[in-house]
């Protein structure tokens, strides 16, 4: 199956920071989600960007599929933004895999 | 708007229990349902898939089971808890390409 690497692992920043979280996959996929879980677990929905650049406030994403990466970019980072951030492809059937996600803290 | 919904959100069971875990997805028809398992260490198991009524795939052989009773509900069973089986739960419905959480139970097996 589709391996998925996510680096890095844990990130500490200061309130104000910028980050780059990177995603990246062993074969072509027809899908690519960005998730944050939240410090009380729950899994919220970033980005569904199997190819391209999306943003979303603070947020964005670039997949660029052909070289097999994703990247999620924060920028001016908020303490709510803490927790952990996943990656899932999908590359033709019904199962997603998810990589070990990147752990973040943003101390005020 | 769809919706997912789990329940309960936590619960604490002692070994050799059984185990009845219930999600219900809202304002879709005939969606892709999972159910997978966090453990601490953050990484996400997915335990069973379903693309259709009475349509139950597991990935991992194990002490769970998983049935899907109607198109929008997903049941997630054991006969006999292990300590192992302690972890966090969550139910997840897709609809062509993306993928949405619900809120999760929390398992304790004491």
């Given amino acids: 199956g589709i391996q998925v690497e996510q680096s890095p692992p844990d990130l500490i920043l200061q309130e104000g920071a910028n980050s780059t979280l990177r995603c990246n996959f062993s074969d072509s996929v027809n899908n690519l989600q960005w998730f944050h879980q939240n410090p009380w677990g729950q899994l919220i929905n970033l980005f569904y960007i199997p190819s391209g650049t999306k943003q979303n406030g603070r947020l964005s994403a670039t997949t ?3 070289e097999r990466y994703s990247l999620l ?9 803490s927790g952990v951030y996943f990656c899932a492809v999908e590359g033709g059937s019904y199962i997603p895999t998810f990589g070990r ?3 973040l803290i943003v101390h005020p | 708007s769809q919706t997912i919904h789990q329940w309960p959100a936590t619960l604490v069971q002692p070994v050799g229990s059984p185990l009845s875990l219930e999600c219900t997805v809202e304002g879709t028809s005939n969606p892709n349902l999972y159910w997978y398992r966090q453990a601490a260490g953050r990484g996400l198991q997915l335990l069973f898939y379903s693309v259709g ?14 049935s899907r009773p109607q198109d929008r509900q997903f049941i997630l069973s054991s006969k006999k ?14 609809y062509r390409y993306e993928q949405y959480f619900g809120p999760g139970t929390r398992l304790t097996v004491t």
């Fill in chain 1, 101 to 103: 996600g990147t752990s």
């Fill in chain 1, 73 to 81: 970019y924060i920028s001016s980072s908020q303490t709510t933004d």
């Fill in chain 1, 64 to 66: 660029v599929a052909t």
């Fill in chain 2, 53 to 66: 009524i009475g349509q139950i795939s597991s990935e991992v052989p194990q002490n769970l089971s998983a």
């Fill in chain 2, 81 to 94: 808890l292990l300590l192992s089986d302690s972890g966090f739960y969550l139910c997840a419905w897709s």
